[in-house]
């Protein structure tokens, strides 16, 4: 692929939370990244890897380009054709996106709502999703809510990560598993931490 790798700036505060800042010698648009140009060559073996799967685990940041939009739908297409599971991992990050902030909440929550039989979202990208029906707090203390109708209606499972709080799920039929604590770890930055509960 010619098109050139994004190269994130990440900014840590005091804290050690990290806010992605921009990108290094950006091109005009976030579909001018290689991620974000799918080669449509390889789509057939792809959906064949797809309907053999177990899972799809998918993410958000892709949407904000058009091709990579259009992969990721068409992959959890396949696998819900396919009868399998497809785990959305909510990604807000505004960096990505060229257009309004509205526009990227609707097309992340329509994909999400659209495909996810299982979703992990952050307490606060829960309540960005939902800004006048949850706060991070409420999406931490009760995950099951984000299991209803005006949420996350497809999903059977829900998982709501948040930091040094921990993290909480929610099986769809009240099954509601138990709080877990974060725990302590020598760290030398928090930056893709949070791919290792995917």
């Known amino acids: 692929n ?5 190269n994130p700036k990440v900014n840590v505060d005091a804290d ?12 005009v648009s976030s ?3 290689a991620d974000t140009a799918p080669n449509p060559d390889l789509e057939p ?3 064949a890897v797809v309907a053999a799967a177990d899972v799809l685990l998918t993410g958000t940041l892709g949407l ?3 091709k990579s939009a259009g992969f990721a739908r068409r992959a959890a297409a396949a696998a819900r054709r396919a009868g399998r599971d497809v785990m959305v991992d909510v990604n807000w990050r505004p960096v990505f996106w060229d257009g309004a902030e509205a526009a990227a909440r609707d097309t992340i929550l329509k994909y999400v ?5 299982m979703v992990k979202v952050t307490d606060e990208e829960a309540a960005w999703l939902f800004p006048d029906e949850i706060s991070p707090e409420a999406a931490l203390e009760a995950p099951e809510r984000l299991l209803g109708d005006d949420f996350f209606p497809g999903a059977e499972l829900v998982l709501v990560t948040a930091g040094e709080y921990g993290s909480a799920g929610a099986r769809r039929g009240g099954a509601r598993g138990d709080r877990q604590a974060a725990f302590g770890v020598d ?7 949070g791919g290792g509960l995917s």
Do not use: K, L, S, V
């Open 187 to 193: 760290a030398g930055g928090a930056t893709g931490a």
């Open 2 to 6: 010619p098109n050139p790798n994004p």
């Open 16 to 27: 050690g939370d990290r806010h992605f800042a921009g990108f290094g010698a950006r091109p």
């Open 64 to 66: 904000a380009a058009p």
């Open 31 to 33: 579909a001018d990244f």
């Open 45 to 47: 073996d792809a959906a």
């Open 113 to 117: 709502r659209d495909t996810a039989t």
